[in-house]
């Protein structure tokens, strides 16, 4: 948080906060966000907060920067369906903002991409008003697999994971096989046939790591850590 404060200056417009985390998992509570609006004080700064992940989360409870009341109308909250309700091409999200700001959203989605269609529309509504049952069960699910995905990479020479608590990714510290991140990703995907993403893709901060998805069956999951520790053992 230090860093945090240290980096907010007179110029700072917006400031991005993504909890649960793309690509990490990683979780701010309500300390963490809490300190992130006491640095902010009350400088005339916006937050963009992508809380998309904000059902796919294994311990403890979310909790909104915009959910303080003096942050509230400096919030602008970003969620959407590909996440909680697995409607990923449906293309479809949305914003909870100030009635001022929403106007200019508006007109720029209007201006870019037109409308979203009706009949996804209704779909989103259905979603949301709709039993949540499923929303737990993936939730439950997730969790498995997660659990399953740690124990068995964190075996896996050169491979160790931290075990994230929300979202659906696994973001191992590579460092140990003395790979670089691209070349091991390149790697799997090529002499494995396992798809992983390079931390790069994320910026240069993400390099040393590797980001699977664990949005697969738990059958594709043991597939994928069967042939990664294979290579291993091979490679390393
Ligand atoms: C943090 C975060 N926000 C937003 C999105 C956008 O999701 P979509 O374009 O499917 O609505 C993603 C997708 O991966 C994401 O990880």
């Known amino acids: 948080m230090k860093e945090l404060s240290s980096l907010i ?7 991005i906060l993504n909890s649960p985390q793309n690509p990490t998992g990683g979780v701010m509570d309500r300390k963490d966000v809490e300190a992130v609006a006491k640095a902010i004080g009350d400088r005339d700064i916006m937050i963009l907060s992508d809380e998309i992940y904000s059902r796919l989360l294994f311990e403890g409870s979310h909790f909104s920067i915009a959910a303080i009341e003096e942050m509230r109308d400096r919030t602008i909250i970003l969620d959407g369906f590909s996440k909680t309700y697995a409607m990923t091409g449906w293309r479809m999200g949305y914003g909870v903002m100030r009635p001022d700001l929403a106007q200019h959203i508006s007109r720029l989605m209007t201006n870019s991409n037109s409308c979203t269609a009706s009949f996804t529309q209704i779909a989103g509504v259905e979603a949301l008003r709709g039993p949540q049952a499923s929303v737990e069960q993936m939730n439950a699910e997730f969790k498995k697999r997660r659990d399953y995905f740690a124990e068995r990479i964190n075996k896996i020479k050169g ?32 002499q494995a046939g396992v798809a992983v993403l390079s931390g790069t893709a994320f910026g240069a901060f993400g390099e040393g790591y590797l980001r699977f998805s664990i949005a697969n069956s738990m059958e594709n999951l043991k597939k994928a850590l069967d042939r990664v520790e294979e290579w291993a053992n091979k490679n390393l």
């Open 159 to 190: 491979f160790s994971c931290k075990v994230p608590h929300g979202a659906f990714y696994m973001f191992p510290n590579i460092q140990k096989t003395g790979w670089k991140s691209k070349p091991l990703a390149d790697a799997l995907l090529d």
């Open 9 to 15: 200056t007179d110029k700072t417009k917006l400031i």
